[in-house]
């Protein structure tokens, strides 16, 4: 690494299919939002020759403007894919979004990657949710590598930020997270800032210099290499006390000068295993230029030091019906195993799939079989279908090239996949196979919402169903309690992102409403009520009269009805009358207009006519007896109460109790979880959680997640029923 020379490859760096899984590197970008992820695509994609100028796309001799990439806008929301080639190897850089709203597709683009580039602002630090992502590399082995971005800010040190990074990223161990490359500055500016024009490389020892737009090599000066000799030695330490070699050490120790071959050796091993991160540095392009500083660099690191698809173990496999399958990782002749990753609509081609091969060939106009997890709670459908596949691509933002295959360990943009969604798996389709799904967030966050109109109202139902198959991080409820259609997201900047979608993708405009939590009632002691239900007028009247007596019950008990009439009072054939009548009611509600719950409901008495009782007549007598004995009782207004836990580092903790009592909260426990974080459990009712997802990630700085559980109803505090009764038009 930092000992090649490079010549610019030109168009030549758009990358095409490659045809050994040995010569693809899959790369996913993380970071914070501002962290400078999509500028480094971009400068990577120019030192690659993928493009031809700072902010345009060379394709086939004509010139169009970059952001056909993707609209920056776009890509700060979703994964996007930029393949390129470099020295012969094919890299698929995928960009994900910095807000933590859509982590699903930062998901998605750690499923799909082999590797993680960390991108860290030097002038803002790392931030807890990007602690929080090197945690999940951390426990699944992936290897990693941090890029410090925007080192022309006046407040950038790289120094200091390294120490960041170390003693958030390195753990038990500081000394796996050390530089590669240390900055060099230029001649101080005016305003006494120095900018960085060139890098200098602590293992070779070399000098390269960007000041010009093109990298350029050099022997560093006398005052460079005491600048890093501290550095370099400390780098060779944390190489060699990783290296596989246990003589290395005592070598090195009794002053044997390491060669520099074994130590690069050495260290690319150690970031392929991921147990050491190299921290190295990058700047994009000036305008003109062709190069960006430490995008050479970067590139080597990617292609040497970061593992091949051949060094990844296939994630576990089933057939649909359970049954264990190994399949051999990434062998490009194996029985075909893919996985779409993400799922996007264009209005132009339909729905476009990005999938990864993980196992055999994929291939144009082939017939697959879909086979999918049935993620029914988010609105997702058991997928078990064949279909053709369309025409394969390398995405290009915008523009597309067309692909013969892709091979095992590649990835490529599949066409007209109709019923395919993200997170389901592609397989032979006299052979399919299931991969286990990846890990989503749950959505924690409703939006309730409504048809604007008639013609919208017609169009909703087609759109939601798009909408969530194209994120599983979202999802779909009609909840048949509040008769609400509910979107659940996981934060403000998801769901906008979710109605700009419906109203300009698929052009339906929806209106937002208050969100509704399912309350109930019950009756706080013993009631009796007389249901009587006398008409008479021309031909048959009716007649019916029941006498009841209402007791509440423990909870979760819901309606019990018993029969206790004597001598016939009521004919047998209408008790189930007066029953379903008193079900009827409950169900309507007695006070305030929901559901009655967790009561007994005993006949005790009641009188019929021969001619003029009937089930109808009794149904009603039923209903108003039950009203009857509710007006004379007291009645609780229930709430749900969630069982909800937080994940919170130990500095935020106080904020977090104090704001789940302010929330009428009850804490139950807490446990320290490791890391510094602790686990807060507390039973908090429903109503005051609504926008939680949104409190919490401002009272902890985004450092916090929380599940949530439906636990019971229990009443609610008087003054708040009466409000609520208030409120209620029928009460």
């Given at each position: 690494?930092?000992?090649?020379?490079?010549?610019?490859?030109?168009?030549?760096g758009r990358a095409t299919a490659a045809d050994h899984p040995a010569s693809v590197r899959n790369v996913v970008l993380v970071g914070h939002s501002g962290s400078g992820k999509t500028t480094l695509v971009e400068a990577l994609a120019l030192t690659a020759g993928a493009v031809n100028r700072a902010g345009r796309v060379e394709d086939g001799g004509t010139v169009?403007?970059?952001?056909?990439?993707?609209?920056?806008?776009?890509?700060?929301?979703?994964?996007?894919?930029?393949?390129?080639?470099?020295?012969?190897?094919?890299?698929?850089?995928?960009?994900?979004?910095?807000?933590?709203?859509?982590?699903?597709?930062?998901?998605?683009?750690?499923?799909?990657?082999?590797?993680?580039?960390?991108?860290?602002?030097?002038?803002?630090?790392?931030?807890?949710?990007?602690?929080?992502?090197?945690?999940?590399?951390?426990?699944?082995?992936?290897?990693?590598?941090?890029?410090?971005?925007?080192?022309?800010?006046?407040?950038?040190?790289?120094?200091?930020?390294?120490?960041?990074?170390?003693?958030?990223?390195?753990?038990?161990?500081?000394?796996?997270?050390?530089?590669?490359?240390?900055?060099?500055?230029?001649?101080?500016?005016?305003?006494?800032?120095?900018?960085?024009?060139?890098?200098?490389?602590?293992?070779?020892?070399?000098?390269?210099?960007?000041?010009?737009?093109?990298?350029?090599?050099?022997?560093?000066?006398?005052?460079?290499?005491?600048?890093?000799?501290?550095?370099?030695?400390?780098?060779?330490?944390?190489?060699?006390?990783?290296?596989?070699?246990?003589?290395?050490?005592?070598?090195?120790?009794?002053?044997?000068?390491?060669?520099?071959?074994?130590?690069?050796?050495?260290?690319?091993?150690?970031?392929?295993?991921?147990?050491?991160?190299?921290?190295?540095?990058?700047?994009?392009?000036?305008?003109?230029?062709?190069?960006?500083?430490?995008?050479?660099?970067?590139?080597?690191?990617?292609?040497?030091?970061?593992?091949?698809?051949?060094?990844?173990?296939?994630?576990?496999?089933?057939?649909?019906?359970?049954?264990?399958?190994?399949?051999?990782?990434?062998?490009?002749?194996?029985?075909?195993?893919?996985?779409?990753?993400?799922?996007?609509?264009?209005?132009?081609?339909?729905?476009?799939?990005?999938?990864?091969?993980?196992?055999?060939?994929?291939?144009?106009?082939?017939?697959?079989?879909?086979?999918?997890?049935?993620?029914?709670?988010?609105?997702?459908?058991?997928?078990?279908?064949?279909?053709?596949?369309?025409?394969?691509?390398?995405?290009?933002?915008?523009?597309?090239?067309?692909?013969?295959?892709?091979?095992?360990?590649?990835?490529?943009?599949?066409?007209?996949?109709?019923?395919?969604?993200?997170?389901?798996?592609?397989?032979?389709?006299?052979?399919?196979?299931?991969?286990?799904?990846?890990?989503?967030?749950?959505?924690?966050?409703?939006?309730?919402?409504?048809?604007?109109?008639?013609?919208?109202?017609?169009?909703?139902?087609?759109?939601?169903?798009?909408?969530?198959?194209?994120?599983?991080?979202?999802?779909?409820?009609?909840?048949?309690?509040?008769?609400?259609?509910?979107?659940?997201?996981?934060?403000?900047?998801?769901?906008?992102?979710?109605?700009?979608?419906?109203?300009?993708?698929?052009?339906?405009?929806?209106?937002?409403?208050?969100?509704?939590?399912?309350?109930?009632?019950?009756?706080?002691?013993?009631?009796?009520?007389?249901?009587?239900?006398?008409?008479?007028?021309?031909?048959?009247?009716?007649?019916?009269?029941?006498?009841?007596?209402?007791?509440?019950?423990?909870?979760?008990?819901?309606?019990?009805?018993?029969?206790?009439?004597?001598?016939?009072?009521?004919?047998?054939?209408?008790?189930?009358?007066?029953?379903?009548?008193?079900?009827?009611?409950?169900?309507?509600?007695?006070?305030?207009?929901?559901?009655?719950?967790?009561?007994?409901?005993?006949?005790?008495?009641?009188?019929?006519?021969?001619?003029?009782?009937?089930?109808?007549?009794?149904?009603?007598?039923?209903?108003?007896?039950?009203?009857?004995?509710?007006?004379?009782?007291?009645?609780?207004?229930?709430?749900?109460?969630?069982?909800?836990?937080?994940?919170?580092?130990?500095?935020?903790?106080?904020?977090?109790?104090?704001?789940?009592?302010?929330?009428?909260?009850?804490?139950?426990?807490?446990?320290?979880?490791?890391?510094?974080?602790?686990?807060?459990?507390?039973?908090?009712?429903?109503?005051?959680?609504?926008?939680?997802?949104?409190?919490?990630?401002?009272?902890?700085?985004?450092?916090?997640?929380?599940?949530?559980?439906?636990?019971?109803?229990?009443?609610?505090?008087?003054?708040?029923?009466?409000?609520?009764?208030?409120?209620?038009?029928?009460?």
């Amino acid at each position: 690494m930092g000992d090649k020379a490079h010549a610019h490859p030109g168009a030549a760096g758009r990358a095409t299919a490659a045809d050994h899984p040995a010569s693809v590197r899959n790369v996913v970008l993380v970071g914070h939002s501002g962290s400078g992820k999509t500028t480094l695509v971009e400068a990577l994609a120019l030192t690659a020759g993928a493009v031809n100028r700072a902010g345009r796309v060379e394709d086939g001799g004509t010139v169009s403007d970059y952001d056909e990439i993707e609209h920056r806008q776009q890509r700060s929301v979703q994964l996007s894919l930029v393949p390129v080639d470099w020295d012969g190897y094919k890299i698929n850089i995928l960009d994900t979004p910095g807000y933590a709203d859509f982590v699903g597709e930062l998901r998605a683009g750690l499923r799909a990657a082999d590797a993680a580039l960390f991108v860290v602002s030097a002038s803002d630090g790392v931030d807890g949710s990007t602690r929080m992502v090197w945690e999940e590399c951390a426990a699944v082995g992936m290897p990693r590598a941090i890029v410090v971005t925007h080192l022309e800010s006046a407040r950038a040190d790289f120094e200091e930020m390294t120490r960041i990074c170390a003693e958030a990223f390195g753990g038990d161990d500081p000394d796996a997270v050390l530089p590669l490359y240390l900055p060099l500055r230029g001649p101080e500016a005016p305003d006494g800032h120095a900018p960085v024009t060139g890098l200098i490389g602590l293992l070779t020892q070399r000098l390269f210099d960007y000041a010009s737009g093109e990298r350029k090599e050099a022997e560093p000066g006398p005052e460079q290499r005491q600048l890093i000799e501290d550095a370099r030695n400390r780098l060779i330490e944390g190489i060699i006390a990783e290296s596989e070699d246990e003589t290395l050490m005592d070598r090195y120790l009794g002053g044997e000068e390491i060669d520099l071959k074994t130590l690069v050796q050495d260290l690319e091993r150690a970031v392929a295993r991921g147990t050491f991160f190299p921290v190295l540095a990058a700047a994009p392009a000036a305008e003109g230029a062709r190069q960006g500083l430490g995008t050479v660099e970067l590139l080597e690191l990617v292609t040497g030091g970061f593992p091949t698809p051949l060094e990844r173990p296939a994630p576990s496999v089933t057939t649909p019906d359970g049954t264990v399958r190994a399949v051999e990782a990434c062998d490009p002749d194996g029985p075909l195993l893919a996985e779409v990753v993400k799922t996007a609509s264009d209005p132009y081609v339909g729905r476009v799939s990005l999938v990864r091969v993980f196992s055999g060939t994929l291939r144009p106009d082939a017939t697959v079989h879909v086979s999918g997890h049935g993620l029914t709670d988010r609105g997702h459908e058991d997928h078990d279908v064949d279909e053709r596949i369309g025409t394969l691509s390398a995405p290009f933002g915008k523009q597309q090239r067309a692909l013969t295959h892709c091979i095992a360990g590649d990835l490529a943009s599949v066409a007209k996949l109709n019923r395919a969604e993200t997170g389901d798996t592609l397989s032979a389709k006299d052979d399919p196979l299931l991969m286990e799904s990846w890990r989503m967030p749950d959505p924690l966050l409703p939006l309730a919402i409504e048809a604007h109109s008639k013609a919208d109202e017609d169009k909703l139902s087609q759109g939601l169903g798009r909408l969530v198959a194209e994120d599983p991080t979202m999802r779909l409820e009609q909840n048949p309690a509040t008769h609400q259609v509910v979107l659940w997201c996981l934060g403000e900047a998801h769901a906008d992102v979710a109605l700009e979608r419906l109203r300009n993708r698929y052009g339906v405009q929806v209106d937002v409403v208050p969100h509704k939590v399912s309350l109930r009632e019950t009756f706080a002691g013993t009631s009796s009520g007389r249901g009587r239900h006398v008409k008479q007028s021309g031909g048959h009247g009716q007649f019916a009269i029941c006498e009841i007596e209402v007791e509440p019950l423990p909870n979760g008990s819901g309606i019990e009805f018993v029969d206790k009439v004597i001598g016939g009072a009521v004919p047998r054939q209408f008790i189930p009358s007066v029953e379903k009548g008193v079900r009827a009611q409950a169900a309507r509600g007695v006070a305030a207009g929901y559901p009655l719950i967790d009561v007994r409901v005993t006949l005790r008495d009641g009188k019929a006519h021969s001619v003029d009782s009937s089930d109808a007549a009794f149904q009603t007598a039923g209903a108003l007896a039950l009203r009857e004995a509710a007006a004379d009782a007291r009645i609780h207004l229930l709430e749900p109460v969630a069982e909800v836990s937080v994940l919170v580092g130990d500095d935020y903790v106080g904020a977090v109790m104090s704001d789940l009592s302010g929330r009428r909260g009850r804490v139950v426990g807490t446990e320290q979880a490791g890391g510094g974080r602790t686990l807060v459990r507390a039973e908090v009712p429903e109503i005051e959680i609504g926008r939680y997802a949104v409190d919490l990630r401002s009272i902890s700085h985004g450092t916090a997640r929380f599940d949530r559980h439906y636990a019971r109803h229990e009443p609610m505090p008087q003054q708040i029923a009466e409000r609520i009764r208030e409120r209620t038009p029928d009460s």
